[in-house]
């Protein structure tokens, strides 16, 4: 096709950008379709091509699970399990993300409530939920979030929402206006990755946050963590008074490490302790009692 227009159309539209443009509608065309598909389910046999996943939150001065995060999943029928690192920017730039978002928001809240409900000892567990820039700046997001809460019967204390430094620092008076208003509702919000975005410590104390995500780069690197840099976060975190959720944790050494820094406040995620689990599979952790790996 490109060819009869002319050669130097040809060279501009190579072989190779024809075939992303077309990997890149498929994938536009195959989300729109596993949207459709998960969320007109009604046969309870057929399997939904999105889901959702839960990570377990460890809490320091108990050693046991504190929440979890939830994590979509895509299931795509030929291509296999999509990581939301590709669809979910994809999702972002094509508007989905809204509709997904509050998907995964009421999924999870209905979820952990019936957790709640059957482990009446675990009724404090949390449930924090990523907010994508544009879901956060939702005009009707709140509204969204208080019908979903009501609609799931969620204790709203328990609920987090994690957005990311970027996100907020780039809409500084509005971002602070919506933190501000999720919080009256007694949600907890957490920076996620902290430190790797649009970062301004000066202006943190400006923000309306309750904690912070500890991003996975930094706990994973060696000179970071020996360095001072995460214990400079951690400071500045106690300083004012915010939460810390360490990411990423995959080494024994790497937990040493954050306990000295963290004396027994604060939490941690990662695969040391799970990797993102199945419903069924929380059941059956909650079930033994235990909540805990190693
Ligand atoms: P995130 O919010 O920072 O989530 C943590 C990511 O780190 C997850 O990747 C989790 O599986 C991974 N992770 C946890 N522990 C470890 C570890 O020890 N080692 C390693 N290598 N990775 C670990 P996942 O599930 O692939 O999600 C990637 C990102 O996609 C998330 O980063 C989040 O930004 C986005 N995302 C996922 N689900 C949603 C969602 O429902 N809504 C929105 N808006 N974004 C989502
Ligand atoms: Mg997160
Ligand atoms: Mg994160
Ligand atoms: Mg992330």
């Given at each position: 096709?490109?060819?009869?227009?002319?050669?130097?159309?040809?060279?501009?539209?190579?072989?190779?950008?024809?075939?992303?443009?077309?990997?890149?509608?498929?994938?536009?065309?195959?989300?729109?379709?596993?949207?459709?598909?998960?969320?007109?389910?009604?046969?309870?046999?057929?399997?939904?091509?999105?889901?959702?996943?839960?990570?377990?939150?460890?809490?320091?001065?108990?050693?046991?699970?504190?929440?979890?995060?939830?994590?979509?999943?895509?299931?795509?029928?030929?291509?296999?399990?999509?990581?939301?690192?590709?669809?979910?920017?994809?999702?972002?730039?094509?508007?989905?993300?809204?509709?997904?978002?509050?998907?995964?928001?009421?999924?999870?809240?209905?979820?952990?409530?019936?957790?709640?409900?059957?482990?009446?000892?675990?009724?404090?567990?949390?449930?924090?939920?990523?907010l994508s820039p544009r879901q956060f700046l939702q005009a009707d997001l709140v509204e969204q979030i208080v019908k979903a809460i009501q609609e799931t019967q969620f204790s709203v204390?328990?609920?987090?929402?994690?957005?990311?430094?970027?996100?907020?620092?780039?809409?500084?008076?509005?971002?602070?206006?919506?933190?501000?208003?999720?919080?009256k509702l007694g949600i907890q919000v957490y920076i996620d990755d902290f430190g790797t975005g649009y970062s301004s410590l000066g202006y943190l104390h400006r923000f309306p946050v309750?904690?912070?995500?500890?991003?996975?780069?930094?706990?994973?690197?060696?000179?970071?963590?020996?360095?001072?840099?995460?214990?400079?976060?951690?400071?500045?975190?106690?300083?004012?008074?915010?939460?810390?959720?360490?990411?990423?944790?995959?080494?024994?050494?790497?937990?040493?490490?954050?306990?000295?820094?963290?004396?027994?406040?604060?939490?941690?995620?990662?695969?040391?302790?799970?990797?993102?689990?199945?419903?069924?599979?929380?059941?059956?952790?909650?079930?033994?009692?235990?909540?805990?790996?190693?």
């Amino acid at each position: 096709r490109a060819k009869s227009l002319g050669k130097s159309c040809y060279q501009i539209f190579d072989v190779s950008m024809h075939d992303r443009i077309l990997d890149r509608l498929r994938m536009e065309n195959d989300l729109r379709r596993a949207i459709a598909q998960t969320f007109s389910l009604e046969d309870p046999q057929a399997v939904p091509e999105l889901r959702v996943v839960y990570q377990p939150i460890i809490s320091l001065e108990t050693s046991k699970v504190s929440g979890f995060e939830a994590l979509i999943r895509w299931q795509h029928p030929e291509l296999g399990p999509i990581s939301p690192a590709d669809f979910i920017p994809l999702a972002e730039e094509m508007g989905l993300i809204v509709p997904i978002g509050y998907w995964v928001l009421r999924q999870a809240c209905a979820q952990v409530h019936a957790w709640h409900e059957r482990f009446p000892s675990d009724r404090n567990l949390t449930l924090s939920v990523n907010l994508s820039p544009r879901q956060f700046l939702q005009a009707d997001l709140v509204e969204q979030i208080v019908k979903a809460i009501q609609e799931t019967q969620f204790s709203v204390a328990c609920l987090h929402l994690e957005i990311t430094e970027t996100t907020i620092f780039k809409n500084a008076t509005l971002g602070a206006d919506i933190l501000a208003n999720l919080r009256k509702l007694g949600i907890q919000v957490y920076i996620d990755d902290f430190g790797t975005g649009y970062s301004s410590l000066g202006y943190l104390h400006r923000f309306p946050v309750d904690g912070l995500k500890i991003d996975r780069s930094f706990v994973q690197d060696d000179d970071c963590l020996k360095s001072g840099i995460v214990q400079t976060i951690i400071t500045l975190a106690n300083q004012l008074k915010l939460s810390i959720v360490a990411e990423g944790v995959e080494t024994l050494p790497q937990l040493e490490s954050l306990r000295v820094m963290l004396h027994e406040s604060g939490q941690v995620q990662g695969y040391f302790f799970f990797k993102p689990l199945e419903a069924t599979e929380v059941e059956t952790l909650l079930g033994t009692g235990l909540k805990r790996q190693s």
